[in-house]
């Protein structure tokens, strides 16, 4: 017994140096750090997921595409290979490439931020670090405009992606035919960006390219086919075990979780199920050591993958119009029943975690390989303990069951979710010749 006492501390011992020593990695990469940064100040401003993924995708684009651009960074350009973007020219030689990336990550990041200054402010104190690490003041102001160079023109091109034109469309109308999605408790908020459709996808050849099976047809007739899924869902909700409650909390990532106290209401902010995988990226990252121009492609294509994900999945969100289990739940099968985790304001049909992450963990298995055990430490600073994973394809499942648990998704839309991530997860890899 003794033995095998002093074996595990001996195992667990190595774990938590070589765990410490990936956080280290992070700390000491700048890159990550910008990374943190971003994720921090979204978390405060409270966006939406889908606009979240398009804060991510821009503003890493803005860095690798700066990294890129130095002949002997070994990564490709994207220039010709996203819609509408030819890429820029070879910026002069005597700038400091990862300075300039830094920079343009900055100043891309403050424009689409509403803490832009918040942001910009974290973000020139991380430059000025790097600056006396890398003893690069006569570099600098070169740096610099290299970094907004290559910012305003990502600028620019993400100015045409159409998100300014769903900024004025007129509200989502709620439908009055049974089964479709109705708000819910106890915000009852409106419908979350409706229109995502309408933006321009980067690997997709449309919105609606991978919409996945269509969604069982509506009933309130107990043993119809919809009646079961929705009995599944409470059902396993009224049992849940605390490992099944555990997964849920793990992977919530709810922007805005509305708490009620009698009268008073208030909010909690958490990471975005988006900036859960970018996290994901960079600790994968981290622990096989990567420069900072091999991370760069690691998190610009995870966020592609997000983005991507993200149209294609409220394309059909929108299509189909789903009810949600805890409306048809408390009108047909208990009036009292409620989730465990709070329901997101828009249609059901498929889970978004579903796709996010089968999206990501498609990309990141191409870049990292199978089987790359992971320890997940995303939810530390929400107060959850950290969990591992033999892949990341293992980790988008449980992503995605993790909504069953929750009592937010009927099973369909997460099995049929995980193909259809899968499937965007592929073609950002056939696109991009990865």
Same mark, same amino acid.
């Given at each position: 017994m003794r033995a095998v006492q002093v074996l595990f501390c001996f195992l667990f011992g190595c774990y938590a140096t070589g765990f410490s020593q990936?956080? /280290? *990695?992070?700390?000491?990469?700048?890159?990550? @750090? %910008?990374?943190?940064?971003?994720?921090?100040?979204?978390?405060?401003?409270?966006?939406?997921?889908?606009?979240?993924? *398009?804060?991510? $995708?821009?503003?890493?684009?803005?860095a690798y595409e700066t990294l890129a651009s130095d002949k002997k960074a070994g990564i490709p350009s994207m220039g010709g290979r996203l819609p509408g973007w030819a890429g820029v020219p070879v910026l002069q030689k005597n700038i400091d490439p990862v300075l300039a990336a830094l920079e343009a990550f900055r100043i891309t990041g403050r424009q689409l931020l509403f803490s832009?200054?918040?942001?910009?402010?974290?973000?020139?104190?991380?430059? @000025?670090?790097?600056?006396?690490?890398?003893?690069?003041?006569?570099?600098l102001t070169?740096?610099?405009?290299?970094? @907004?160079y290559v910012a305003d023109s990502i600028l620019a091109w993400a100015g045409r992606d159409r998100y300014k034109e769903t900024r004025s469309i007129r509200r989502y109308q709620l439908k009055k035919t049974p089964g479709t999605w109705l708000p819910t408790p106890p915000g009852y908020m409106a419908a979350v960006e409706p229109n995502w459709k309408m933006i321009r996808c980067l690997t997709l050849d449309s919105s609606a390219a991978? *919409?996945?099976?269509?969604?069982?047809?509506?009933?309130?007739? !107990?043993g119809s086919?919809?009646?079961?899924? =929705?009995?599944? $869902?409470?059902? $396993?909700?009224s049992s849940l075990t605390d490992e099944q409650k555990?997964?849920? %909390?793990?992977?919530?990532? /709810? !922007?805005?979780?509305?708490?009620m106290q009698g009268h008073l209401n208030f909010a909690t902010k958490k990471?975005?199920?988006?900036?859960?995988?970018?996290?994901?990226?960079?600790?994968?990252?981290?622990? *096989? /050591?990567?420069?900072?121009?091999? =991370? =760069?492609? %690691?998190?610009?294509?995870?966020? #592609?993958?997000?983005?991507?994900?993200? #149209?294609?999945?409220?394309?059909? @969100?929108? /299509?189909?119009?789903?009810?949600?289990?805890?409306?048809y739940i408390n009108s047909h099968i208990s009036e009292s029943w409620r989730p465990i985790l709070q329901t997101p304001p828009f249609p059901e049909y498929p889970s978004g975690h579903s796709v996010v992450s089968s999206a990501a963990a498609t990309v990141l298995t191409k870049i990292y390989g199978d089987n790359f055990s992971f320890v997940d430490n995303t939810e530390r600073p929400y107060g959850l303990p950290d969990r591992?994973? !033999?892949?990341?394809?293992?980790?988008?499942?449980?992503?995605? #069951?993790?909504?069953?648990?929750?009592?937010?998704?009927?099973?369909?839309?997460i099995e049929n979710g995980l193909i259809q991530g899968r499937r965007v997860g592929e073609q950002v890899i056939l696109r991009l010749n990865l």
């Open positions: 990936v956080e /280290n *990695r992070m700390d000491a990469n700048p890159l990550y @750090k %910008a990374q943190q940064l971003l994720t921090d100040v979204m978390v405060h401003d409270i966006f939406s997921p889908p606009v979240a993924s *398009r804060i991510y $995708v821009y503003a890493h684009l803005a832009e200054q918040q942001f910009s402010d974290s973000m020139q104190v991380l430059i @000025k670090e790097e600056v006396t690490k890398r003893k690069a003041d006569k570099k070169a740096s610099l405009a290299a970094g @907004k991978f *919409r996945p099976v269509q969604i069982t047809a509506f009933s309130i007739e !107990p086919a919809f009646y079961k899924e =929705a009995l599944e $869902v409470f059902t $396993v909700c555990a997964i849920a %909390a793990f992977w919530d990532c /709810n !922007p805005f979780h509305i708490t990471i975005s199920p988006g900036g859960h995988w970018m996290q994901i990226a960079g600790l994968a990252s981290s622990m *096989r /050591n990567a420069s900072i121009q091999q =991370a =760069a492609r %690691a998190y610009t294509l995870t966020a #592609i993958a997000i983005f991507d994900a993200f #149209i294609s999945c409220w394309e059909e @969100k929108y /299509n189909s119009q789903l009810i949600r289990p805890e409306t591992s994973f !033999p892949s990341f394809l293992k980790a988008s499942e449980e992503a995605a #069951i993790s909504r069953l648990y929750g009592g937010i998704h009927y099973r369909p839309a």
